[in-house]
């Protein structure tokens, strides 16, 4: 259907390629229902895979340093954490392979412990399956994944606090007393919010104004 | 309060709303309506002249119509800015023939009806949202007598009385008889923690308020009867069981129970109904006055709030944080924070606390003065581009330019653009890369998927910031669903191009889901109302090539919807099972045809 020549034609692959797997056991969070063994042992037989371990806790300090070594000891240029969501880790796997000269877009990550130990715990085999799915479609993806180059860009230096009440005004001065010019709106003709209704407040029992 | 309204780096907008935001983190501009007052702020000294005259009088809503104001008024003894407002609704007008006294008692000539609304713009480079919160309105529960019985009142109508500054000086008495009442019960969690009415979640500060309440009135009236009626007593804060104990000390009565009828005596005062869960009897009990302690509701704004900044809600209504414990002040999208309670119910020492936390937040994200922008950017390869001008109609920020007449090609403003990849969808030439999410990439994707065994997997398309992770939610929950279910992410269902959805079927997929934000929540203002009219086209094409649409399912499903994500899988997985291999091969033929 209205296929283009550019959108099917995969960029040309450098045979070059070389990617890291990495499964993580997540201690028992991801290893008592997924087979990280088997998924690392799979994941090394997928094109252009050069190292695949399963490891006990990738984003611990030896873990990434074992990462690290790996990337500068096998030359590699593409890395696969197979751990738990992207949503949690992803920073922090990014500023790792940038510490091992890597650009930080060369990264993928597989969901395995919220998309698949977490919610697969009575079925480890189809856990397990799923996992080497999931590595397989990581390793796809980061074969073709492209650096990418951050923009530097102009900031104003200045906040908007939407509410003035005891959340409000206290964000507002913070932010005020740092140095920073705050504009406070709030709707009623007079700041103060539903605290400024209560009488005497807990637990110092002062006045709330 | 004072040190808000006078701080030289703060502006303070008051009677003012933000109708609109423009932008993004670093780089907004607001859009505030600034509601005229009738009072020059600056001027006004609050020396009250200008009350004493006008002969309108109204209930007064910071004492919640206990005691009556004018129209023109202090909303209270300490307000900040002190001016007078004028509510012009109630105002007879500033015609000499009908009224305008106030203007004649004003010496300095404050008061000018010529004010008119404002509209201010303000750029800013990040936004808290300290929203607040509604108090619960307890009429829905009529067991209680709320609206039937005087002499029942709300915590927040409690508070006032008991208040200096409040009708009655601090002065308690009973609505009915304007006497001193001698027994008071306070009835817990009305509106939290029910299933049926209110919330269903606990409102964290009403038990505190309470045991507060009791302390305050034996300190003034050691003689008064007072009853707590509870469900269980939450004590949970530093010094919070020290308080409760000296209350119980102090010789309140705490009864475990919630009443379950109220009546009035001829005499006014209140019958209560209550098992005591604890004796497992019933007992009667008569009362002077009855107070509800009310519980906590998301601000009135909260809707319209979130749809303009594109936020996202947990299931009770308040703001949802980007991560529960990691960043319980950010929202997920960049540049934004919450304090207070718009976030969740909470009291006042963790409202502070909230509060500098997303000063510091948004502090760390400004203090250098610039911001490093993800290149997760749409990009225009100009050879492909036809200049038809599709990219700009569905760009939901307007950072694409493209002369259609003159056939100058489209560019992408890539400092403003936020990368949902709606146009490298929509546009027919493949004129468009995605950066980070291009179509090489998901297709990628999808073929390894489908590589092995595609009738027994469901391929998922979720959008990162609801669906993906209204996904990571379910794992969190530990929700259990079938798992042959793989997702590929990308940041907004407006992303999924008809060709990832073609490509899927060819490769043998039985079914196929897209889903992103709900309709109003989408990450990238609007841009799930191009996904849903995509499926829509991709479906009629599946009728008219005689397959059967409904293996294409669309679904909205939020950040905090895991119950309904595992939900949804299941369907899938009922809706897999009932796709043949024919119909699969059948579907594959019909395709290859039409590549042909």
């Not at chain 2, 601000?299 to 308040?318: H, N, V, Y």
């Not at chain 2, 653009?417 to 999410?437: R, V």
């Not at chain 2, 009728?543 to 293996?551: A, H, M, N, V, Y």
């Not at chain 2, 939020?558 to 899938?572: D, I, P, T």
Request: aromatic share 6%.
């Amino acid at each position: 259907m209205e296929q283009t020549a550019l959108a099917t034609a995969p960029d040309e692959i450098e045979e070059k390629t070389r990617i890291g797997v990495y499964v993580c056991h997540c201690g028992l969070n991801i290893a008592q229902t997924v087979d990280c063994q088997m998924v690392a042992e799979s994941a090394a037989r997928f094109d252009h895979v050069i190292v695949s371990k399963d490891i006990g806790y990738a984003c611990s300090e030896p873990g990434q340093q074992q990462i690290t070594d790996d990337i500068l000891e096998h030359s590699l240029d593409r890395v696969v954490i197979a751990s738990c969501s992207p949503r949690l880790h992803e920073p922090t796997f990014r500023h790792m392979i940038k510490e091992a000269g890597l650009n930080p877009y060369l990264l993928e990550m597989a969901n395995l412990r919220e998309q698949c130990s977490w919610v697969h715990m009575n079925e480890p085999e189809a856990a397990t399956a799923k996992a080497v799915d999931l590595v397989k479609m990581a390793v796809s993806r980061v074969r073709q994944l492209r650096p990418l180059y951050e923009e530097v860009l102009p900031l104003t230096k200045r906040s908007l606090v939407i509410g003035g009440g005891i959340a409000g005004i206290q964000t507002a001065l913070d932010l005020a007393d740092n140095g920073f010019d705050v504009v406070l709106v709030e709707k009623k003709p007079s700041i103060g919010g539903t605290m400024a209704q209560l009488d005497k407040t807990f637990p110092t029992m002062d006045c709330s104004i | 309060m004072t040190d808000g309204g006078r701080h030289p780096r703060i502006t303070l907008l008051t009677m003012s709303e933000v109708v609109e935001v423009k932008g993004y983190v670093g780089n907004f501009q607001v859009k505030i309506l600034k509601k005229a007052r009738y009072v020059d702020e600056k001027e006004c000294t609050a020396c009250g002249e200008c009350t004493k005259v006008c002969p309108v009088v109204w209930p007064d809503e910071f004492d919640l119509g206990l005691s009556s104001r004018r129209a023109i008024f202090s909303p209270f003894p300490q307000a900040v800015p002190s001016a007078y407002v004028i509510n012009i609704n109630e105002c007879l007008g500033h015609n000499p023939v009908v009224c305008a006294k106030c203007v004649e008692a004003c010496d300095k000539g404050c008061i000018n009806f010529h004010l008119s609304d404002e509209e201010i713009v303000e750029e800013v480079g990040s936004i808290i949202v300290a929203t607040g919160l509604e108090v619960y309105d307890p009429t829905e529960l009529d067991e209680y007598g709320y609206t039937r019985f005087e002499n029942v009142l709300t915590s927040l109508e409690f508070e006032r009385l008991i208040n200096a500054g409040g009708p009655t000086k601090g002065e308690l008495i009973r609505p009915t008889d304007r006497k001193r009442p001698r027994s008071i019960g306070f009835i817990q969690c009305v509106g939290s923690r029910s299933a049926r009415k209110g919330g269903n979640y606990c409102s964290n500060v009403c038990c505190m308020n309470t045991v507060k309440s009791t302390l305050m009135l034996k300190e003034h009236y050691p003689d008064m009867e007072i009853k707590v009626f509870y469900i269980d007593i939450r004590a949970f804060g530093k010094g919070f069981e020290d308080l409760y104990r000296r209350s119980r000390r102090l010789g309140v009565q705490y009864l475990r129970g919630l009443p379950g009828a109220v009546e009035e005596t001829p005499e006014r005062t209140l019958t209560v109904a209550v098992e005591n869960t604890v004796t497992g009897r019933l007992q009667i009990l008569d009362l002077d006055m009855l107070v509800l302690a009310i519980g906590i509701k998301p601000a009135s704004s909260t809707q319209k709030l979130q749809e303009m900044l594109g936020l996202q809600l947990s299931p009770d209504g308040f703001f949802l944080e980007a991560h529960p414990k990691l960043l319980p002040v950010d929202a997920a999208t960049r540049g934004l924070f919450y304090a207070g309670c718009a976030e969740g119910p909470k009291d006042i020492k963790e409202s502070v606390t909230q509060a500098s936390a997303a000063a510091a937040r948004a502090i760390r994200l400004m203090h250098e003065g610039k911001i490093t922008s993800e290149p997760i950017t749409s990009m225009v390869v100009p050879e492909h581009c036809k200049s038809c001008g599709k990219c700009a109609e569905v760009c939901p920020y307007n950072v694409i330019t493209v002369d259609v007449k003159k056939k100058i090609p489209a560019v992408v403003n890539t400092a403003a653009c936020a990368g949902c990849g709606t146009c490298a969808a929509e546009c027919p030439f493949g004129a468009i890369t995605m950066n980070h999410f291009t179509d090489t990439q998901i297709l990628q994707q999808v073929e390894a998927l489908l590589e092995e065994d595609p009738r027994e997997k469901i391929l998922a398309f979720a959008c990162n910031w609801c669906s993906y992770a209204g996904a990571d939610y379910a794992g969190v929950s530990r929700l259990q669903y079938p798992p042959n279910v793989r997702l590929i992410r990308t940041m907004c269902s407006g992303r999924v191009d008809e060709r990832f959805i073609w490509h899927g079927f060819l490769k043998g997929a039985p079914v196929v889901l897209v889903s992103g934000c709900h309709i109003g929540d989408c990450h990238y203002i609007d841009a799930n109302h191009w996904t849903e009219k995509r499926v829509k086209k991709v479906h009629k094409k599946m009728s008219k090539l005689g397959i059967r649409p409904e293996r294409l399912q669309l679904e909205w499903i939020s950040a905090a919807e895991g119950l309904r994500f595992s939900e949804v899988m299941k369907r899938m997985e009922t809706l897999r099972q009932g796709v043949t291999q024919d119909e699969i091969s059948e579907t594959i033929e019909i395709l290859k045809n039409q590549k042909k």
